[in-house]
């Protein structure tokens, strides 16, 4: 199909511009299912409108065809600036190499909140930039289809993008409604195209080149044209309903897999067998450093593991709530106000540690000055980010500390209530030793408070011992109940069987029990900041540690690992009847408590290489090469049409049909500067026109128009010789077609010059016309 050659007006263009708009941003609702909120799709409709009214814009001002989709992409790249570029941009809206540099970090960041979050999703900045950058350039590409093309029924393809994206991500696919409207849009796309085409058809008296034509009434019958748009669109409704039915989604797709939002392991590997492994690389990498004013060394958490599923523990799914943001962060379940709590900032900077959780001690209150975006989890707490990671984040966390005495936790003896039932579940096939494990440790005592103190003590006892090759030589590695059970018999293991086997135990008592898993204190340094003293935390201060839930004061930490991290004061056998200050345990320091240098990228603990100063000059590099390009393709055709003046001259200086390359040139100025030199006029009507003219009023001007003229038509239409003698025709006419070039750019005002030079319609008119007389003979 060619473009139609009939011109359109503003106002047909005006209503092209709107129904393409219209179907575009109709068609993105498509997405509603998969993103939270409706602020994302007032952006990119935002964006839709910005492009396609720009374009529409362009072409108002005459700009070649072929350029406007160029220029559009232009006007991209401006919008996502002034809306994502922030202070890296000049005067907001013009970006730099920081703009560009800030452009690769949210696409890379967009890439893992897509990879992290689940449905519905929340528009984080590095998902709104993504979906604005699609939208704007299915915008241009809708655009160019229904304006430059010509081809509006195609435009179907740009917008079945989001139409089937859905369809990838859920198993219901795009909603119905949505489908409903989106083709609607389609059917009125058409309709308006059907009738701006018929309306300039007319406008213009022009039904083709054929001698005999038969006028339309002025009036287009409806029945003409409804009937064909609305088959078109029923069939287009049809195929989207069909493919957003029988897409099958993410969610259920063996072939692109099933990631869990809820685990940290992204391969469904026990995470206790992975902490194994780390135990036994012998050299730690950085982590992390913190400084803590009040003398702080608190456990880091980063995730916590609820469901015993026999085999492992796993983290209950929850999607990200988008409410749940850093900066405010509520009291810990269960917490009550009789407990004493008190607040202490620490400021943390990461080192190597790259992971989408946050390493904050539990509970916490708030946290400052995180790059990107973070949610806290509803019970745990723990923090995490869909759309960055830790990666050389500097942050405060306040930390909530809480301080139950042993008789608060021995007085909060009630039965927990119904939500915290799922805390207590295990198999129904336990073997026989963790029953009676349990019963025989837990004997006697007076409440679950009492019983948590004996199960740690147990663990802790002379009887066990810290291996961590033990657990694999006998083939007892993980946390399920045939481990715990073995380890229970040979009393061999690391944190991860301690953890697991106390979380066991306590719930066989009755005691709702969790895992967290996260870093111990780490240790101090020589370097002091602000007089406080810099800790260190690196990846063999990984650990595993339960925490058990009492109704009134929450969750609480418990250490029964021997040799590791700290007892908690108030879980000291005794407590109760002599209050001991929580002090580190005596033991040997085991080279590794859980620690994971780089064994899995989907968590990152142990840290990643690299000159972070060189991978900064290799963004400014970047960014340099594409302001670069950008600024050549804008300059191309400006470079164009130079090399074809250059040409011309160097056709007149060598006699190579001098007149007519001199009227060439200079015809094809005045046509950059919008005075006509399109090719409907003789040389003579065209000199007339343009003598006619203020900048040629003087005679010096006038005669060099009137030599050309005079030329080109004796070059032309008469003999050989013409009135430029052979001794001095090539400098008369140089000079002459300077003067008249000099005067019709003296007569156009400075915009005119100005867009000339940058979008030289003499040039484009070659291409046009070149194009259309192949496109004629392959008709």
């Known amino acids: 199909m060619r473009p139609d050659p009939v011109p359109l007006s503003r106002v047909q263009r005006l209503a092209l511009t709107a129904a393409s708009f219209l179907f575009l941003v109709i068609a993105t609702m498509a997405l509603g299912p998969l993103i939270s909120g409706s602020g994302w799709w007032w952006l990119c409709a935002f964006m839709a409108a910005g492009t396609m009214f720009a374009g529409l814009g362009l072409r108002a001002i005459r700009t070649p065809p072929s350029l406007v ?23 907001l809206i013009v970006p730099t190499a920081g703009t560009f540099d800030t452009f690769s970090e949210l696409l890379a960041a967009s890439q893992r909140t897509i990879e992290q979050q689940s449905v519905p999703a929340i528009a984080v900045p590095p998902l709104t930039f993504a979906l604005a950058l699609g939208v704007g350039l299915l915008a241009v590409v809708a655009d160019t289809l229904v304006q430059t093309a010509r081809m509006p029924a195609l435009a179907a393809a740009p917008a079945l993008v989001p139409i089937l994206i859905p369809g990838f991500i859920i198993e219901e696919g795009a909603e119905l409604p949505t489908l409903v409207l989106t083709a609607a849009a389609y059917l009125l796309l058409l309709r308006v195209d059907v009738r701006v085409r018929r309306r300039a058809r007319l406008d213009a008296g022009d039904e083709g080149d054929q001698a005999a034509t038969v006028i339309a009434p002025k009036r287009v019958p409806i029945v003409s044209t409804l009937g064909a748009s609305l088959g078109l669109a029923a069939v287009g409704l049809l195929a989207a309903s069909v493919l957003a039915a029988s897409t099958p989604s993410v969610s259920t797709s063996l072939l692109l897999g099933s990631p869990s939002q809820g685990t940290l392991f992204a391969r469904g590997v026990s995470p206790f067998i992975d902490l194994g492994r780390d135990l036994r690389r012998p050299e730690p990498l950085p982590a992390f450093r913190y400084l803590a004013r009040d003398g702080d060394r608190p456990y880091f958490t980063l995730l916590t593991l609820e469901r015993f599923e026999g085999e492992v523990w796993a983290t209950t799914d929850r999607a990200v709530d988008g409410d749940n943001t850093v900066d405010a962060m ?13 607040e202490h900032p620490i400021d943390v900077i990461v080192d190597e540690v790259r992971t989408t959780w946050l390493p904050v001690p539990y509970p916490t209150a708030r946290i400052e000055g995180l790059q990107g975006s973070w949610f806290w989890d509803d019970g745990s707490l723990t923090v995490r980010s869909v759309d960055t990671d830790t990666g050389g984040q500097r942050y405060r966390v306040t930390r909530l500390d809480v301080e139950p005495t042993p008789q608060q936790l021995r007085s909060a003896d009630r039965t927990p209530s119904d939500e915290f039932a799922p805390f207590l579940e295990l198999p129904d096939e336990l073997p026989g030793i963790i029953a009676e494990t349990a019963a025989s440790v837990t004997a006697g005592m007076a409440s679950r408070y009492d019983a948590a103190v004996a199960i740690q003590a147990y663990l802790r006892s002379s009887d066990f011992d810290y291996s961590t090759e033990a657990p694999v030589t006998e083939g007892y590695d993980g946390g399920g109940f045939d481990v715990i059970a073995r380890f229970l018999e040979t009393r061999s293991g690391y944190c991860v069987h301690f953890a697991s086997a106390m979380a066991v135990l306590a719930r066989e008592a009755g005691i709702p029990s969790r895992i967290s898993i996260g870093y111990t204190q780490g240790s101090p340094t020589d370097d002091r900041i602000g007089g406080v003293l810099q800790v260190a935390v690196d990846s063999h201060d990984l650990h595993s540690w339960p925490e058990l839930y009492f109704e009134g004061v929450g969750w609480v930490p418990f250490e029964p690992t021997p040799g590791r991290g700290t007892v908690p004061g108030y879980s000291r056998p005794g407590a109760g009847e002599e209050q001991a200050p929580a002090v580190p345990s005596p033991g040997p320091a085991f080279p590794g408590s859980s620690g994971r240098p780089d064994v899995d990228p989907s ?26 390009i950008v600024t050549a393709l804008l300059l191309l055709p400006a470079a164009l049409r130079l090399s074809q003046r250059i040409t011309r001259l160097r056709r007149i200086r060598h006699g190579e049909r001098p007149a007519d390359a001199a009227w060439d040139e200079f015809a094809a100025t005045a046509r950059d500067l919008g005075v006509g030199g399109t090719g409907g006029e003789t040389p003579r009507e065209f000199a007339a026109r343009i003598t006619g003219r203020d900048a040629f009023d003087d005679a010096r001007t006038r005669s060099a128009v009137i030599r050309l003229r005079d030329a080109v038509e004796r070059e032309r239409y008469g003999p050989v010789d013409g009135m430029h003698g052979p001794a001095g025709s090539v400098v008369t006419l140089v000079d002459d077609l300077a003067v008249a070039r000099a005067a019709l750019r003296e007569d156009a005002a400075a915009a005119e010059r100005v867009r000339a030079f940058l979008v030289p319609h003499s040039l484009f008119d070659r291409v046009r016309k070149a194009f259309g007389d192949r496109t004629a003979a392959g008709a």
């Open 69 to 91: 989709p160029v220029l559009e992409l232009v006007v991209v790249v401006l919008l996502l600036t002034l809306l994502f570029g922030g202070a890296s941009s000049f005067a």
């Open 330 to 342: 509520p009291r810990p379940d269960g917490l009550s106000s009789g407990v004493e709590t008190s």
């Open 603 to 628: 968590l990152g603990l142990g840290g990643q290489g690299g000159d972070p100063l060189a991978t900064a000059g290799g963004w400014w590099l970047r960014g340099g090469v594409l302001v670069a």
